[in-house]
């Protein structure tokens, strides 16, 4: 099984989740569920609000099981390249170096490396005066 992992602005309803991966996958929204669901999802996903007040308040897992085609989203950075455009919206994703607290900020056709906040809540938000504009590959390459 293979997964994307992703940080989205505020709550969204898992009906324009289903319907967003599904044009993204290329998939009929019947192959989509709940992680938790007892059916037998292709396409399986986690919307979780990690809380009310962050900039970077929902976490989004997706999990593809072996049959859906991944080869043109072979990473988080190019999975948040899509998403950030069916939702337009900025998106963060996290990066492979030892730093927990820097992430990928996907913003339009824009990609900069961001730092955390330090605060006490459950999601993110970044220190917007830190930002480091980096290339599409350097993205590629630094991208978890």
């Known amino acids: 099984m293979y997964n994307y ?9 898992n009906i324009h989740l289903i319907k ?3 044009n993204i996958f290329k998939c009929k929204k019947e192959f989509i569920g709940n ?3 007892s059916e037998n999802f292709e396409i399986r996903f986690e919307n979780r ?9 929902t976490e989004l897992n ?15 950075f190019l999975f948040g390249i899509e998403l ?10 996290s990066t492979n170096r030892d730093d927990p607290y820097q992430w990928i900020l996907i913003r339009n ?18 220190q917007r005066s830190k930002n480091i504009e980096i290339s599409y590959e350097d993205a590629k390459n630094i991208s978890s």
């Open 49 to 57: 609000l990690l809380d009310d007040i962050s900039e970077f308040s």
């Open 20 to 22: 967003i991966l599904s």
């Open 62 to 76: 997706v999990y593809l099981n072996d049959t859906v085609n991944k080869t043109v989203i072979s990473n988080n």
């Open 109 to 126: 056709n824009s990609f900069f490396l961001a730092e955390e906040a330090e605060d006490e809540s459950f999601g993110i938000t970044l």
């Open 35 to 37: 992680l938790l669901d």
């Open 84 to 93: 950030s455009r069916y939702l337009n919206e900025e998106i963060i994703v």
């Open 5 to 13: 992992i992703c940080y989205l602005k505020g709550k969204k309803e």
